[in-house]
């Protein structure tokens, strides 16, 4: 799975298989999931055919699950637990009739799910979502528009995914911290020109914490010159044995460990992926060789 923004679009690629409750939804096999801003008085008329001007206009097939909303896509939330990552955008009235407005999530998971488990995920998620905003004392369950989407890849490992399970327990912490964030960014018009990113840390018993380029106490981590603007990789967990390896946790199981892995903090390779954002791992394999070829 990588994901990206282009212009008012967030575009999540892979192979995935995915359910969803948004425009054309179902159980299926996608390689596209994408959540598109649409601009106010924005018509609801035809709700398929702008999805289908924003795949045409981004060069890919209708082999996708797609959702709207009127919040700006760079006023989202992406939440990484451990193999699950969330994408969240939220808007909504404060006051009655607490109507209008749109609460989107999109549930990823790197590990395989049974399509009964990615219909849990989604329950959990909206469970998550209702228990967010009573939370914050707003007295609605979500909005006339709210969509969810899970999706998964990889070989099948959870035959379940409710509140309890390893799934379900990751998807309801990311969308309780991320509801209230989301629509902080939103009501506060916070736009940095990408999504807010947090991760879940295990360190002093377990907390969020939001990433930033700016000011990393750690930097650098790899050597003088590099680029950040990937700190967090788009491609993790690659899986891919020449970058990285998996490790055992000490939480039990094992995780991918790319520490050493220094791909995407070349500049020149950084640099080529914020031009084609759709550039895949192996592209960018390619390229960073044929730098190094070059320098010889």
């Not at 790197?110 to 967010?132: F, H, N």
Request: proline share 6%; with cysteine; net charge negative.
């Amino acid at each position: 799975m990588r994901y990206y923004l282009d212009s008012n679009t967030l575009f999540i690629r892979g192979s995935f298989r995915a359910a969803s409750t948004g425009i054309s939804g179902g159980i299926r096999s996608v390689a596209t999931l994408l959540n598109h801003t649409v601009p106010q008085g924005w018509s609801e008329a035809d709700p398929e055919k702008e999805i289908e001007l924003v795949a045409a206009g981004a060069g890919i097939g209708m082999d996708l699950f797609g959702l709207l909303t009127a919040v700006p896509v760079h006023h989202a939330c992406v939440l990484q637990y451990d193999f699950i990552t969330v994408f969240i955008t939220a808007g909504n009235r404060r006051e009655p009739p607490y109507a209008a407005g749109t609460i989107n999530i999109i549930v990823h998971s790197s590990e395989g799910m049974e399509d009964a488990a990615l219909l849990e995920l989604i329950m959990v998620a909206t469970e998550a979502k209702t228990e967010g905003l009573l939370a914050l004392d707003l007295p609605l369950s979500g909005t006339p528009t709210d969509a969810v989407i899970s999706a998964c890849e990889g070989e099948t490992r959870h035959r379940y995914a409710g509140r309890l399970t390893e799934p379900g327990l990751r998807v309801r912490e990311a969308v309780l911290h991320g509801i209230p964030e989301a629509l902080r960014r939103h009501d506060a018009g916070i736009s940095s020109g990408r999504p807010g990113f947090f991760v879940y840390s295990r360190l002093q018993g377990g907390h969020w914490i939001e990433w930033s380029p700016h000011e990393c106490p750690y930097y650098p981590c790899h050597f003088k010159g590099q680029s950040c603007d990937f700190c967090y990789c788009p491609f993790y967990p690659c899986k891919d044995e020449s970058l990285g390896q998996w490790v055992e946790s000490s939480h039990g199981g094992r995780v991918w460990n790319c520490a050493d892995c220094t791909l995407l903090h070349a500049p020149a390779v950084a640099a080529y992926l914020r031009k084609f954002p759709g550039a895949s791992r192996e592209e960018l394999m390619k390229f960073a060789a044929a730098q190094r070829t070059g320098k010889q």
